[in-house]
């Protein structure tokens, strides 16, 4: 899954430099506010609230949106009424994706997420088509060049993870959702560099995607995570390191 990896890292890269603020900001206001509305305003019981502030201060969001935010969720201000949503369906070459939304609307974002999959070669499937491809995980990310593997591995089995392994520059640390932020907390005391923290959707196997392939799940995949109301885009694809480097830098 090593492809798959890097993209996301380049993603990432790519987006702290030329995201719309505006829009990154309203995907994490809907996700705060979500979470408030889910499990109550205490950071302490509220993992995923927990978990959606580090990724707004990460962000450089100001205290005062991510104090409202939690407020229309708590219900200490009115605000929107949103509503998770998970979209499944096939991308070129047989690539499954799962797409989690947080929308107002779901009757006019159900036509978007099939539109956006019809134009770009894909197809919109029904519920469960694809979940069974995926499993739950808390994902935490470490600056490989911050600390020793053995010295990082054996603090999150000791922490409670089930496994570790490297992409480039990263340190992938896999938990269980409940495990997620206990084994954050204890690395974190000990000092070591958490880069990202997230409960996300691993695929159990991937699928190779190559030469036009590749480029058609990428732009799929991107233009999925350009729609508002798409919180996050879940993919089982495998493209080579060099088709990434080529379509990266073309």
Known sequence: MSG???WSQIKRKKGKADQQRGKLFTKLIREITVAARTGGGDLKINMRLKAALEAAKAASMPAD?????IQKGTGELPGETYEEVTYEGYAPGGVALMVRVLTDNKNR??????HVFEKSGGNLGQVGCVAWMFERKGVIQVDAERISEDELLALALDAGANDMRRVEKVYEITTTPDEMES????LEERKVPVLEAEVSMVPLSTVRAEGKDAQAVLR???ALEEQDDVQAVYANYDIPDEIIDAITAA
């Open 4 to 6: 798959h990896s890097r």
């Open 65 to 69: 949106n991510i104090k409202r935010a």
């Open 109 to 114: 974002t159900a036509p978007e997420i099939r």
């Open 183 to 186: 084994v954050r907390r204890a």
């Open 220 to 222: 799929l995949v991107e």
